[in-house]
């Protein structure tokens, strides 16, 4: 009988112990995007940007957004609201990201990755604009 106890104690526990396991309602999708801007990569989702300046949008098309993080000049990630001094204004609204970024007269490259999320998920975009001739 002490046996047939434990026996059941036992498999009682690996039977909590696994329903504690994965939980379906825990796991988030990946964001999903609708651009007409071409990725030259999927993650992070690079883009390159035109040296004259341009505008580019993004729709999620399963989260709205929460807000976007940026990596600041001392590699930190930051709310983008809090940065300041930028080449780019990047902005969202429900579930659309844009980003718009003047002519890059610097005479170099620039880039910025940015982050936007929502909840427990989040992407990154990794922008590079290339001076203009």
């Known amino acids: ?29 990946e964001m999903k995007w609708k651009s007409q801007t071409r990725f030259t990569s999927d993650f992070p989702h690079a883009v390159t940007l035109d040296a004259a300046g341009e505008t580019v949008i993004f729709t999620c098309t399963n989260y709205s957004m929460m807000g976007v993080d940026a990596i600041d ?18 902005t969202w609204s429900d579930n659309v990201f844009i980003l718009i970024v003047p002519a890059n007269q610097t005479g170099k490259s620039r880039t910025i990755q940015l982050y936007p999320w929502s909840g427990d998920v989040q992407d990154s975009f990794l922008f590079t604009q290339p001076a203009q001739n």
């Open 1 to 29: 009988m002490k046996a047939a106890l434990s026996t059941f104690f036992i498999i009682a526990l690996c039977v909590i112990m696994g329903a504690c396991g994965d939980d379906p309602e825990g796991k988030w999708d």
């Open 73 to 90: 000049q001392q590699g930190n990630r930051t709310p983008i609201e809090d940065l300041s001094a930028t080449w780019y204004t990047a």
